[in-house]
């Protein structure tokens, strides 16, 4: 699977729009970008993924640039629960045999008051 | 969306005993299952993948006999951690594959192995 790059971290403030940048300039035409997070001492939660469309839920929204290289993910209002570090991760999509998540090391994402 | 419950939260153990963890899934069934480790202020790292009534497939560097994997039904993984030592101290969190295909990972809340 490709690799991601992520910021360390990234401050908000609270009801402020939290953009979280991932760059996976490798990425190959039929893998799916992920992104999930993790809340302190809890398991990670699942946010969106896509392939090339952007995205929305009633979580969030995903942006994915028309060369693939890059997407971002925006919270459109933060809250202070939002705290979390948020992980990028690319894979080969459905539900194929092979599927496997690789986690990096995220971006840690501070919402403050 | 699906839920995954993983039991215990946490558990303090001596060293040299094995601990037992639970993964099931609540309201779907999962034909596979994965395994993960995350020590502190690091990312998770996976394991295993644990698919229903066949062996565990481990990743480079995790020892089988050590972390025993169980996968009898399509609701339920264990992990078995044996003779565990300090250095398996840990945060253990199960995930099971979901959605309409298969396409998303749903994890339970994670087991804090404390070995002393």
């Known amino acids: 699977d490709a690799k991601t790059t992520q910021p360390t971290s990234m401050d908000c403030a609270e009801g402020r729009a939290a953009n979280l940048p991932c760059n996976h300039s490798?990425?190959?035409?039929?893998?799916?970008v992920y992104w999930y997070r993790q809340i302190h001492s809890q398991g990670p939660q699942y946010i969106i993924h896509g392939l090339k469309n952007n995205e929305t839920n009633e979580m969030a929204s995903l942006i994915i640039t028309e060369d693939r290289k890059s997407s971002t993910l925006i919270l459109p209002h933060a809250t202070l629960r939002d705290t979390a570090v948020y992980y990028c991760?690319?894979?080969?999509?459905?539900?194929?045999?092979?599927?496997?998540?690789?986690f990096g090391k995220g971006t840690l994402l501070t919402v403050n008051p | 969306g699906a839920v995954v419950s993983q039991h215990p939260s946490w558990v303090i153990c001596k060293s040299g005993t094995s601990v037992k963890i639970e993964c099931r899934s609540l309201d779907f069934q999962a034909t596979t299952m994965f395994w993960y480790r995350q020590f502190p202020k690091q990312s998770l790292m996976l394991m295993a993948t644990s698919n229903e009534g066949s062996k565990a497939t481990y990743e480079q560097g995790v020892e089988k006999d050590k972390f025993l994997i169980n996968h009898a039904s399509l609701t339920l993984s264990t992990l078995t951690v044996t003779s565990a030592h300090p250095e398996d101290s840990s945060f253990y969190i199960c995930?099971?594959?979901?959605?309409?295909?298969?396409?998303?990972?749903?994890f339970g809340s994670g087991t804090q192995l404390s070995v002393l």
């Open positions: 490798t990425i190959s035409g039929n893998e799916y």
């Open positions: 991760i690319v894979r080969v999509g459905g539900g194929g045999s092979n599927y496997k998540l690789t």
């Open positions: 995930s099971a594959r979901g959605g309409l295909s298969g396409e998303k990972l749903f």
